[in-house]
């Protein structure tokens, strides 16, 4: 059946590069396989990856943002790089405007957006386009911040969580349609450095901190609802 998919980069400058699947279903979690990719340089960088809905219209995935290890010395950075698993290849793309770390991505209709982020707490929001390989600035998030999660649902993007000065619980939907934020049910459990993934038009909220949390918390976009799992 239909899965979330979790793919945790580097943490605090330690590699934790599990994969991990949830199965709403059977309400269970189930270990997969290493990532063989080396992510150590995109520490607290997103990846926008397709889960349910069209990622883009080739199925590749683009990692943007994150924090450049090179040398021990961290700087946040623009860089966009898609993967093609057909393959197994990269490739450099144009270059995210705002250079910045700990960011969320999410993709609708082909496209990818990467909202807030740090340093600071940022509320951009910058839309890339796949076929184009071009970026355009859209409509700000209202509440900035960073170390937040987003996905997918119904053709919206829904930006969850997150940090600014404590751990958030908004939840703010995006769409892109009309290029508008709308503020949502808030998340039961405030938290930043948490992942996110949508499953038959629901999202699921996992992890995250303050602490070393497992929480699992059910997003119902239709209902403006939330359900602890």
């Given at each position: 059946?239909?899965?979330?998919?979790?793919?945790?980069?580097?943490?605090?400058?330690?590699?934790?590069?599990?994969?991990?699947?949830?199965?709403?279903?059977?309400?269970?979690?189930?270990?997969?396989?290493?990532?063989?990719?080396?992510?150590?340089?995109?520490?607290?960088?997103?990846?926008?990856i397709?889960?349910?809905?069209?990622?883009?219209?080739?199925?590749?995935?683009?990692?943007?943002?994150?924090?450049?290890?090179?040398?021990?010395?961290?700087?946040?950075?623009?860089?966009?790089?898609?993967?093609?698993?057909?393959?197994?290849?990269?490739?450099?793309?144009?270059?995210?405007?705002?250079?910045r770390?700990?960011?969320?991505?999410?993709?609708v209709?082909?496209?990818?957006?990467?909202?807030g982020?740090?340093?600071?707490?940022?509320?951009?929001?910058?839309?890339?386009?796949?076929?184009?390989?071009?970026?355009?600035?859209?409509?700000?998030?209202?509440?900035?911040?960073?170390?937040?999660?987003?996905a997918?649902?119904?053709?919206?993007?829904?930006?969850?969580?997150?940090?600014?000065?404590?751990?958030?619980?908004?939840?703010e939907?995006?769409?892109?349609?009309?290029?508008?934020?709308?503020?949502?049910?808030?998340?039961?459990?405030?938290?930043?450095?948490?992942?996110?993934?949508a499953?038959?038009?629901?999202?699921?909220?996992v992890?995250?901190?303050?602490?070393?949390?497992?929480?699992?918390?059910?997003?119902?976009?239709?209902?403006?609802?939330?359900?602890?799992?």
């Amino acid at each position: 059946g239909d899965i979330a998919r979790i793919i945790a980069a580097t943490t605090n400058g330690v590699e934790n590069n599990c994969d991990v699947t949830y199965q709403p279903g059977a309400r269970q979690y189930f270990n997969s396989m290493q990532v063989s990719t080396n992510l150590s340089a995109y520490c607290y960088s997103s990846s926008a990856i397709s889960a349910g809905e069209v990622c883009d219209p080739d199925n590749r995935v683009s990692l943007d943002g994150g924090i450049n290890g090179l040398y021990g010395v961290g700087y946040h950075v623009g860089t966009n790089e898609e993967y093609d698993p057909a393959t197994n290849s990269w490739a450099t793309k144009a270059v995210m405007p705002t250079a910045r770390f700990a960011l969320a991505a999410a993709a609708v209709g082909g496209k990818i957006y990467a909202v807030g982020g740090a340093p600071g707490y940022l509320n951009t929001n910058e839309e890339y386009d796949p076929a184009a390989n071009t970026w355009t600035t859209k409509a700000v998030m209202p509440v900035a911040r960073y170390l937040l999660a987003a996905a997918t649902a119904g053709g919206k993007i829904y930006a969850v969580g997150g940090y600014n000065r404590s751990p958030l619980n908004t939840n703010e939907g995006y769409d892109p349609a009309t290029n508008t934020w709308a503020a949502k049910a808030v998340m039961p459990t405030a938290r930043n450095g948490l992942g996110a993934a949508a499953v038959g038009g629901k999202i699921y909220v996992v992890g995250g901190t303050p602490g070393n949390l497992n929480t699992n918390e059910e997003y119902d976009p239709a209902a403006n609802t939330w359900a602890t799992k």
